[in-house]
């Protein structure tokens, strides 16, 4: 292994504490990772560009901080891949949709201010489904990404790019955002550790808005540990942010460290019947419900109580998203109105502001968003708002009732993270249903703003799967502390990290 | 639930101004039918005396401290728009008479 091999497959810790020991700059390792997104993107396309002058200015920035004697921050000097739905200044802003290209946003979002006041090195914008809607990045105006662990599957949706690139070598961290299940889906079929965070926990501002009230950011990393420090870097309260949670982050690091050592003693862990269990098993690969058996097993050796709930409103949740993400979506993407930014079509002189519009939408939307903005039309029509949109919304009240029952009985709840392993590429593209499928396990505590992780449970047919680790608003430190325990119970059983085992191109 | 048909779908994007294709009329008549059908049972829940969820940490009467802070420079903001002049946005007639 080389040096900048260990560099591209090492954890955000590791890096950091070589940054911080002096044993290699910022910029080196902002440099070995860059040399393998040249060398390795191509067949991956995690990126659709890469700020090479701007990551090498943030990293001799960590350097000449650390050289004038000042104290870095955990994660400084540490390279990410940032989802394009985050809007970045200066910086081509796309949102994964043709009607965005060459958008250059005059702000920054509040997490990318975050992440860039942390020292942490963003490498560039990765690839995504148009305005975040799809689970396999096949809905992206710029072509799709592929899964690492095998170049002809999906590396999951909507935050594909990012996973593919922080599963990939090409970064060790990376921001996503999960709306239905857009950090949780793409983080399991790639081996990777990836959280939603509780809705109103991290910052909207300048996240460009699908279904707002659903979208949250959050973290993917390598070990549950990164993407502790990761999450912590980016929440909080914040005034541009009407929905943000006024309330301490929740101690996620802690958590990761005092769950690693693995007691789970007295920790009841409820078993949701309706994700994957008996009587629910349709949809579900036999692969991934033994894999995800076996974690919960090993939560059970580890001291944890484990019992079965039911949440009976969960087998409404595909539903009530379908109406209340399509709703949102229409009303949000009435902004592209060929105006303020982005494309303009048709505009001679002779159509009118309507028509231009209407031309516009049409040329710089893909098909899977014109699906959604005309379901949202619908929805939200007179005539049908009650049954869908005010329906769907009882809906979840009802999810959270099924949440708050469970928890009575369980400290945090678990399910498959998604009910089969990455799919090949096109096998999908034709069915949306199918598609949509992909988020059965991750909808409900979407629906409800819980929290929630993705931590890897295995393989199946020599794929990823994902453990869902579902805890109440606000707690999404249990999150953290029961993922670490099983992340190093699997790990020790293993012998290495399961990310070791994904094949060498 | 009735079938949503060829003039709905085109009713539905006059009304989103998407100016779609005789063929996409086509593919998405067939396609937002399904899906519609499908998601049609959310109706089927008996909730009539259940109120709306939005947050899970319901927060109210948000406000913020009204005090200056920056903005966005008006070249920067016009920098990105499709057509700009005069510091303004240029936009295509919006009234019915020809320019």
């Known amino acids: 292994m080389t040096a900048s091999s260990s560099l591209t497959s090492g954890t955000a810790v590791e890096i950091a504490a070589l940054i911080a020991a002096g044993e290699v700059s910022a910029v080196e390792v902002t440099q070995a990772h860059l040399d393998r997104i040249a060398s390795d993107d191509g067949a991956l396309h995690a990126f659709l560009r ?3 002058d701007g990551a090498l200015a943030s990293a ?3 350097d000449d901080q650390r050289a004038a004697g000042e104290s870095l921050g955990p994660l400084a000097g540490v390279p990410l891949a940032l989802k394009d739905v985050v809007v970045t200044r200066g910086l081509e802003t796309t949102s994964g949709s043709k009607i ?3 958008w250059i946003p005059p702000y920054d979002a509040t997490i990318t201010a975050r992440i860039k006041a942390a020292g942490i090195v963003i490498l560039g914008k990765t690839n995504m489904d148009e305005f975040a809607m799809g689970s396999s990045t096949e809905n992206s105006g710029f072509g799709p990404s592929h899964n690492p662990w095998d170049l002809d599957r999906i590396p999951g949706g909507s935050s594909g790019g990012s996973s593919a690139a922080v599963a990939g070598g090409l970064a060790p961290l990376g921001i996503g955002t999960d709306t239905g299940g857009s950090i949780r889906q793409p983080a399991a079929v790639t081996g990777l550790v990836g959280h939603k965070p509780t809705y109103g926990g991290v910052s909207r501002y300048g996240l460009i808005a699908f279904s707002s009230s659903l979208d949250q950011a959050g973290p993917f990393g390598r ?17 541009s942010d009407s929905t943000s949670i006024p309330a301490p982050v929740p101690p996620v690091v802690a958590a990761a460290r005092a769950g690693a050592s693995g007691d789970l003693t007295g920790l009841r862990v409820g078993v949701v019947r309706e994700l994957g269990g008996h ?5 579900y690969e036999p692969g991934v419900l033994t894999s995800v058996g076996e974690a919960v097993e090993v939560m059970a ?14 087998g409404y949740a595909l539903a009530a998203y379908y109406l209340i993400a399509p709703s949102e979506a229409s009303s949000n993407l009435a902004r592209f109105d060929a105006v303020r930014y982005g494309l303009r079509v048709g505009d001679d002189g002779v159509r009118g502001l309507d028509e231009v519009m209407a031309l516009t939408r049409q040329a710089g939307f893909g098909p899977e968003v014109k699906r959604r903005i005309m379901i949202g039309t619908y ?9 869908y949109y005010g329906q769907a919304q009882k809906v979840r009240t009802l999810i959270s009732r099924d949440f708050a029952a469970a928890f009575g009985a369980a400290d945090v709840l678990v399910s498959p993270s998604t009910p089969t392993v990455a799919f090949p590429l096109g096998a999908r593209t034709d069915n949306p249903l199918a598609m949509y499928a992909a988020d059965l396990c991750t909808l409900p505590a979407s629906l409800a703003g819980t929290p929630a992780i993705s931590v890897p449970s295995g393989l199946s047919d020599g794929l990823p799967v994902g453990l869902q680790i579902m805890a109440p608003a606000l707690a999404d430190d249990r999150c953290y502390r029961v993922a670490a325990a099983v992340e190093s119970a699997l790990d020790a059983r293993r012998g290495h990290p399961l990310l070791h085992e994904i094949p060498i191109r | 639930m009735t079938a949503l048909s060829r003039d709905d779908v085109a009713h539905l994007a006059h009304l989103a101004r998407l100016a779609v294709t005789d063929e996409e009329l086509d593919l998405f008549a067939g396609q937002l039918d399904v899906i519609l059908s499908s998601v049609a049972h959310v109706a089927d829940v008996a909730a009539d005396d259940i109120p709306p969820t939005t947050h899970a940490v319901p927060l109210t009467n948000i406000t913020r401290p009204d005090a200056l802070g920056p903005c966005l420079h008006p070249d920067e903001v016009l920098a990105a ?3 700009a002049q005069g510091g303004r946005f240029r936009v295509p007639r919006i009234l019915n008479e020809p320019a």
């Open chain 1, 379 to 387: 929805a939200l029509s007179s005539g049908y708002y009650e049954a």
């Open chain 1, 279 to 283: 009587g629910f098993a349709d949809g």
């Open chain 1, 223 to 239: 070990t549950v540990l990164d993407t502790a420090l990761l999450h912590e870097t980016i929440a909080g309260h914040d005034l």
């Open chain 1, 60 to 62: 001799k920035a960590v």
């Open chain 1, 301 to 314: 050796g580890l001291g944890a109580e484990i019992v079965e709930v039911s949440c009976p409103h969960f």
């Open chain 1, 100 to 102: 965005l290209v060459g």
């Open chain 1, 50 to 52: 890469v700020d090479t």
């Open chain 2, 81 to 83: 728009a499709p057509a």
